[in-house]
């Protein structure tokens, strides 16, 4: 299976990354495909919402480090959203790549699977809910499927996440597609 995995955090070795690591670990040992977009050290942009890749059925307008990765979303069968909870949604860097879906929203929508991994400081797992309901919306509008999460909670910092079972989750997840 084609798996692009999108991660969001501006902390190369922060909790989501360590999450993101052993996603990736197990799904190569499953023998899939994977690319890894680690958005907070990309040149992206915001959507200007210009309309460009309505009006002239060529794409976005912006020539960014996204223009590859939309190119790879097409042909992906699942995509992994990774991120940290910021206020009780996903962090800017991943919102900014989820906006620009937009470009290729008609070539997106259809059958693909989604998984969200996610950690947060917040030791109530309730506070992840608006985010699970935000990527539960995404996955409803582009016609995918859910194909399970990891909600690491209690983990401010690295060290926090790697005294638990997330990190272990995450690789089970990935093993087992």
């Not at 680690?38 to 002239?56: G, S, V």
């Not at 223009?67 to 069968?77: G, K, Y």
Request: with cysteine.
């Amino acid at each position: 299976m084609k798996i692009v995995v999108i991660t969001g955090s501006p902390r190369r070795k922060g909790t989501s990354a360590l999450l993101a690591d052993e996603f990736i670990r197990g799904a190569k040992q499953a023998g899939h495909s994977l690319t890894r977009f680690d958005a907070a050290f990309e040149d992206i942009h915001p959507c200007r919402a210009c309309d460009y890749c309505t009006t002239q059925k060529s794409g976005c307008v912006q020539q960014d480090a996204l223009a590859p990765l939309l190119s790879q979303l097409v042909s992906a069968e699942m995509v992994v959203l990774v991120t940290p909870l910021y206020y009780f949604g996903m962090s800017a860097q991943i919102k900014t790549v989820i906006d620009r879906f937009y470009a290729t929203n008609g070539k997106l929508m259809g059958n693909k699977k989604m998984i969200l991994l996610a950690t947060a400081e917040e030791k109530n797992l309730r506070a992840m809910e608006p985010l699970v309901l935000h990527c539960e919306a995404i996955m409803e509008y582009l016609g995918w499927h859910g194909a399970g999460k990891v909600l690491a909670v209690g983990c401010r910092v690295r060290k926090d996440i790697e005294k638990t079972d997330f990190p272990q989750q995450a690789y089970e997840l990935g093993k087992s597609l």
